[in-house]
């Protein structure tokens, strides 16, 4: 009897030891699966091969064939959808094809009354083809274009960019003095339009259009046109703007920069506070009007127009900035706006234009600059909360690096577990056999 119990005794101690080994494997296998699962989320989150379009954005210079890969159809009919900005050009169609499907636009031949004459697609069915609209006379024209593939699950959208069929030449900077002794000027370039055809050359002012001229030319053997226009009637302009259209289609355009436009006659060479032009005054100290790198920055004028009646004003600087907006005279003649300019750099130049919204006429042209924003007391608190957002990014940084040790911690304890399992598993046997032998 004694011997049968302590036998008892001994199995139910080595059925129990078996079971905790059991269970710090389990503990032990979890623990080492979750660096692994973690992997696997961040594998996962770098997904490739979705469906949609592979790069984005196309581009293609007619008259060459567009090229608009898909991927991952899975065989699947998705639709395709391309429209022009300015919509003169929108057709869709449904494409049915293997698992990468080339989209293929002939741009050389959209004014096909067959749609199937220029949308096509490599190793792949285009079926229900709907033009909505197609106002092209020739080759498409330049600009960007919508396109879009949606299937019955996901879609994707970008752009199209077509080169312009025309590309202009000339010299588009001008200096006023220049104008003035030699009134006119040369606008030039090159076309894929086909030799013989015609384009219309238009010429005007880009605040207010007052200023139109326009005439046609023809595209020689080489593919070049050119036009000169007389400039005598100029108003005082910086921005000319410089479009050539065929059929009412715009086909390239361009802008002519024109400086120094008051280095002759500013009105403020007595060091007055106000340059004096044409019915309209832009109060400003010094010979141009500064402006700081910073919000709410404050332009006032006087005009001799009537209060309610609205002063169009425009801040441009050549390839930085421009704006434009509208304001209203008060009861003494004043106006004011206030503009953000805390993204220009300071030293940038500009000049600021003002006009009569009813008579161009009345208006007024003054350089200015942007200067360094002034110095205040809110420096002190806006360095010390930008060492606060650097302590917060530390101690994001060091809460990651913390949760990255634990998790080197978990992966140390489960390893020792894994070991501590085998090891019980192996005394357990070796107890079981001596009790046994």
């Not at 002759?264 to 060479?269: E, F, L, S």
């Not at 990014?393 to 489960?414: K, M, P, Q, R």
């Amino acid at each position: 009897m004694p011997d049968n119990h302590l036998q008892d005794v001994s199995n139910a101690f080595q059925v129990n030891h078996l079971r905790v080994a059991v269970l710090v494997i389990t503990l032990s296998a979890a623990i080492l699966a979750a660096p692994v699962a973690a992997d696997n989320v961040s594998d996962d989150s770098d997904r490739g091969g979705q469906f949609g379009f592979t790069e984005l954005p196309y581009d293609v210079e007619p008259p060459e064939t567009a090229e608009m890969d898909v991927v991952n159809t899975g065989g699947e009919s998705f639709d395709f959808e391309i429209e022009s900005r300015d919509g003169h050009f929108h057709l869709e169609a449904d494409v049915e094809g293997n698992d990468n499907v080339t989209i293929l636009l002939d741009t050389a031949n959209v004014s096909a009354d067959d749609p199937d004459a220029y949308l096509s697609a490599a190793d792949a069915d285009v079926r229900n083809i709907t033009v909505h609209t197609n106002e092209v006379d020739d080759e498409l024209p330049g600009g960007s274009y919508y396109i879009t593939a949606m299937s019955d699950d996901s879609g994707n959208s970008g752009s199209l960019v077509v080169e312009p069929s025309v590309q202009f030449d000339f010299d588009r900077e001008l200096e006023w003095a220049d104008l003035k002794n030699e009134p006119t000027h040369t606008i030039s370039g090159t076309t894929s339009i086909k030799p013989g055809n015609s384009l219309q050359i238009r010429l005007e002012t880009s605040d207010d259009e007052s200023f139109l001229l326009e005439d046609e030319v023809i595209v020689d053997e080489d593919g070049r046109f050119e036009t000169t226009f007389d400039l005598t009637n100029l108003p005082k302009t910086h921005l000319l703007d410089v479009t050539a259209e065929r059929d009412g289609l715009t086909k390239g355009t361009a802008v002519i920069s024109i400086a120094d436009i008051d280095a002759d006659d500013t009105g403020n060479q007595d060091g007055n506070n106000a340059a004096e032009s044409n019915g309209i005054v832009i109060v400003h100290g010094g010979d141009e009007l500064e402006l700081e790198a910073a919000p709410d920055q404050q332009i006032t004028g006087e005009a001799d127009l009537d209060a309610g009646q609205v002063v169009e004003v425009e801040l441009h600087s050549e390839g930085t900035f421009f704006l434009q907006e509208e304001t209203e005279i008060d009861e003494h003649g004043v106006f004011e706006l206030d503009l953000d300019l805390d993204y220009v750099e300071p030293g940038t130049d500009f000049v600021v234009d003002a006009q009569s919204a009813t008579d161009p006429e009345m208006n007024v042209s003054v350089p200015g600059t942007v200067t360094e924003p002034a110095v205040s007391d809110d420096t002190t608190v806006t360095e010390h909360e930008e060492g606060k957002i650097s302590d917060s990014a530390d101690e994001d940084d060091s809460l990651f690096a913390g949760s990255s040790t634990f998790g080197i911690g978990l992966l140390a304890v489960g390893t020792v577990l894994s070991v501590v399992g085998v090891s019980v598993i192996l005394g357990v046997g070796r107890s079981g056999s001596l009790r046994n032998s």
